[in-house]
């Protein structure tokens, strides 16, 4: 056995609970970083920070794809092998991971030999078990999709939706995946567990195909003569891997390289491979957007089946954003770049706009005026107004010293931070951080009611303006605490600022009373400055 100095030996580990294991769809590697994909980032990063937050410990998959014919084409284009196109892109996507400080526990790519491995061993597996045949293929094909379409694709008028690019007539022979096979297995389970996909009309929608549709048969190959910027597939070195049999395996291949019991148990791996760690599999919640949730929700559970795996257990789909109005279009010049958004307005103005804006289901909209509006109100004039007059009149009137603790605002205070911890735990974010906002108006209006400039003026009061101040300064560390998990550092900065040294990062610390008497604040300094331009 390999050892460390100073390590505990595996078997004297702690055994953890185990982790809440959520993952993100993984990106194309060739796509530019949008509002949509730092929009999906930046709830799966709320979530589980919120979960660690309260107390579970989370493990946050993230990560690209990299394989198919787009990329392939990209490379040759540019006239790079596929492998330096994809990792000078891969170093692109990273950096967007750091500025958005996701805290990922992985990034997985789907060129790395530990995915591919447990890829082929998947196809190895299944192929030995009678999940796939082999048949030709007559029809219509979108390059651009990577897909074979039917007539059932067509539009009324005939013509294929345009997002499918140039479709042409296709003769081939392939490898498929008995899917057909499932589909009553699929409908019953969906039926039997209604928290299984949401949101519930996505559910429906799911459902509502199931059964009126008869489900294709999926081709998981493609001709190596064509394509071969895939997984060889093992069975057969003539085909490719086709590129969402691959991509979906990330969410397993990664507990797999980690020595997940779970997984490897179910891929026939040997036993020393194995950690006693908790297993991550099976996941707590895939989050991805609408247009892929047939993927997740059709495709994905029938692989788990056939390979004796557990099924995730939420499929979270979230909707489109548009800008304007309209469709989010690098050819139209319609988009917005959350690398600029970040670099005018910061990260946190960035992560509060997109989480209170849209709620994880409908589609939204992004509208500059509509995020200036949000700033100036929410941020500026409501939480960073509040912090900055709480800290600006202790320090006036009481040196900055902490006085006695008071109990005017806790039952508030307490009434929010447990309406959060329900819905954190539900993953409602948007409704959390309405929940937030009502102490922080709250709390501003308990500057107006108490008035403590005017106690200040009157001797006499000297013990309603304590009152009033310690209120108001607990007030706002309870509020850094609520916010960690989506303004990570205006949290932190509101901690620094009241003078504390430790994170604001657990949740059980919005009790009331955190501040004491007789504790020194720092120095205020503005969280969010209006901007009038
Ligand atoms: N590579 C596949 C996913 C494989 S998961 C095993 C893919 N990649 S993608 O780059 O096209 O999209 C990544 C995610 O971004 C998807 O969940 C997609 O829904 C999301 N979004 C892409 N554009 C979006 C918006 N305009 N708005 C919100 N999310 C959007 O699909």
């Not at 092998?81 to 892109?89: F, I, K, P, S, V």
């Not at 020393?272 to 989050?287: E, G, K, Y």
């Not at 916010?483 to 009331?512: H, M």
Request: hydrophobic fraction near 40%.
């Amino acid at each position: 056995m390999s050892s460390c100095q100073g390590c505990a030996p595996r078997s004297q580990l702690p055994r953890m609970s185990k982790p809440f294991y959520l993952t993100t769809a993984i990106d194309y590697v060739n796509g530019v970083p949008h509002l949509g994909h730092a929009y999906e980032k930046i709830i799966a990063d709320v979530i589980a920070r919120a979960r660690r937050s309260l107390g579970q410990p989370a493990y946050f998959l993230t990560g690209l794809d990299e394989h198919g014919q787009k990329i392939q084409q990209a490379a040759a284009a540019e006239g790079k092998t596929a492998r330096a196109y994809c990792d000078e892109l891969a170093g692109v996507w990273r950096a967007f991971v750091e500025k958005l400080e996701l805290t990922n526990d992985d990034f997985v790519r789907t060129t790395e030999s530990r995915h591919q491995q447990v890829v082929q061993s998947i196809l190895t597996k299944l192929h030995a078990e009678g999940h796939f045949y082999q048949a030709i293929y007559e029809g219509f094909y979108s390059a651009k999709e990577e897909t074979f379409l039917t007539e059932k694709d067509r539009r009324p008028d005939g013509s294929f939706d345009p997002a499918y690019g140039e479709v042409i007539r296709l003769k081939e022979e392939n490898y498929y995946f008995r899917l057909k096979d499932h589909q009553q297995w699929l409908i019953s389970y969906i039926e039997q567990n209604p928290s299984f996909i949401q949101p519930e009309h996505r559910r429906n929608d799911v459902l509502g195909f199931l059964k009126h549709d008869v489900l294709e048969d999926l081709c998981i190959t493609r001709p190596a003569a064509r394509l071969n910027w895939g997984i060889p597939f093992p069975v057969d070195r003539d085909y490719v891997t086709y590129v969402w049999f691959d991509a979906l395996v990330n969410y397993i291949s990664v507990p797999a390289a980690h020595g997940d019991a779970v997984v490897l148990k179910a891929l026939g791996s040997q036993p020393s491979t194995l950690n006693d760690q908790p297993s991550l599999w099976p996941a707590d919640l895939h989050i991805l957007g609408k247009d892929i949730l047939k993927f997740h929700a059709v495709y994905w559970p029938i692989m788990l089946k056939a390979m004796g795996l557990p099924l995730p257990k939420q499929i979270l789909a979230h909707g489109w954003w548009q800008k304007d109005g309209q469709k989010i279009s690098k050819s139209t010049g319609n988009v917005v770049d959350p690398l600029a958004v970040i670099g005018e307005w910061g990260l946190d103005a960035f992560r509060f706009y997109v989480v209170r804006e849209l709620d994880i289901g409908p589609d939204g909209n992004w509208t500059d005026a509509g995020f200036r509006e949000r700033y100036n109100s929410a941020l500026a004039d409501g939480l960073g107004n509040l912090l900055n007059r709480s800290l600006s009149m202790l320090r006036r009137y009481r040196n900055g010293v902490v006085p006695p603790q008071s109990n005017v605002l806790a039952p508030e205070a307490e009434k929010v931070a447990s309406e959060t911890r329900t819905l954190l735990e539900q993953n409602r974010l948007q409704a959390a951080l309405l929940s937030i906002w009502s102490l922080v108006t709250r709390a501003n209006q308990y500057v107006e009611q108490t008035a403590p400039f005017k106690l200040a003026k009157d001797p006499t009061k000297s013990a309603q303006l304590d009152e009033a101040l310690y209120n108001l300064v607990e007030v706002c560390r309870v509020l850094a605490v609520l916010l960690w998990s989506f303004l990570p550092g205006t949290a932190s900065k509101i901690y620094a600022q009241l003078g504390l040294k430790e994170a604001p990062d657990t949740f059980s610390a919005a009790r009331w009373g955190g501040l004491t008497a007789g504790h020194a604040i720092g120095l205020p300094a503005a969280l969010f400055p209006k901007r009038e331009d």
